[in-house]
């Protein structure tokens, strides 16, 4: 599993003394901003690492309303490569300048990455002449093309599928410090840790795959040694449930533009 930078740990040291200097605690109760970042950004999971760069560029925005904060960020990893999170929770700011800022968060998360350009659907091509004919029998399909078809119906879902990951934030640490350049506009570093429940399109469309086997298998009959066969060529597996939670981390300085009271 990869180490969360240390830069994260700097900035909680950052907050903790920021926490500790004789100024007052704030929490607006209207705030707005809109901002750009650069941005590193990385994770547990293997979806992080289908991006094909860890650093990018990103925007964020952001509202604060009564004490809650939403925010909304856009990071570009790379070419049709996004990562988006919608954030809701609590923060507080300690001091002007510079403002530090801690706050505890929860929210979705969604990947999106460019459509496969390979080859889709099932192709039975791979069995040997005896597996084939002995799933053609078991199933009373009359040839090849009509037993693809049946694992074929949702091909074009399972194309948009493969493309997506998303899960939930069940907690996200944010901590940061900012100075005013103007009286609206701040320059600043921020650090995220978030722990996740994450899944991948295909991961989703591959247990969706080997849920339809399993019911294939027991509709007719077909011997063990097949069905494994048969989820090999179709790409079915369940889904690893113990794998689906880690943590994301990302470092990112921002240039903020922000109206309120915070």
Same mark, same amino acid.
């Given at each position: 599993?990869?180490? !969360?930078? #240390? $830069?994260? @740990?700097?900035?909680c $040291?950052?907050?903790?003394? *920021?926490?500790? =200097?004789? #100024?007052p605690v704030q929490a607006g109760a209207f705030a707005v901003w809109v901002g750009g970042r650069g941005d590193y950004f990385s994770g547990s999971s293997d979806l992080f690492t289908e991006f094909d760069n860890s650093f990018g560029g990103a925007l964020e925005a952001g509202l604060e309303l009564f004490y809650v904060t939403t925010f909304l960020e856009a990071v570009m990893l790379g070419q049709d490569q996004f990562l988006f999170t919608l954030d809701a929770g609590v923060d507080l700011d300690f001091g002007e300048k510079p403002r530090f800022m801690v706050g505890l968060y929860t929210g979705p998360i /969604?990947?999106? @990455?460019p459509e496969s350009t390979g080859p889709t659907g099932v192709d @039975?091509? #791979?069995l040997s002449s005896n597996e084939l004919q002995a799933l053609l029998t078991a199933t009373g399909t009359s040839d090849r093309a009509e037993l693809e078809q049946q694992f074929n119906t949702y091909v074009e879902e399972e194309e948009e599928l493969g493309s997506l990951g998303f899960g939930w934030n069940l907690a996200r640490? =944010? /901590? #940061? !410090?900012? @100075?005013? /350049? !103007?009286?609206?506009? &701040? /320059? *600043?570093i921020a650090g995220q !840790? *978030?722990?996740h429940m994450l899944i991948s399109g295909e991961d989703v469309a591959a247990g969706a795959k080997n849920q339809v086997v399993d019911h294939y298998a027991e509709q007719y009959d077909i011997p063990a040694a097949l069905v494994d066969r048969l989820r090999e060529v179709v790409g079915a597996r369940p889904v690893d449930r113990e794998h689906l939670d880690g943590f994301n981390w990302d470092?990112?300085? &921002?240039?903020?533009l922000e109206f309120g009271s915070r």
């Open positions: 599993m990869k180490r !969360v930078p #240390s $830069v994260v @740990f700097a900035l $040291v950052i907050a903790l003394l *920021g926490w500790l =200097r004789p #100024s /969604l990947f999106l @990455f @039975f091509s #791979s640490l =944010r /901590l #940061s !410090v900012d @100075f005013p /350049l !103007v009286k609206t506009l &701040y /320059l *600043g !840790v *978030g722990y470092v990112n300085l &921002y240039l903020r």
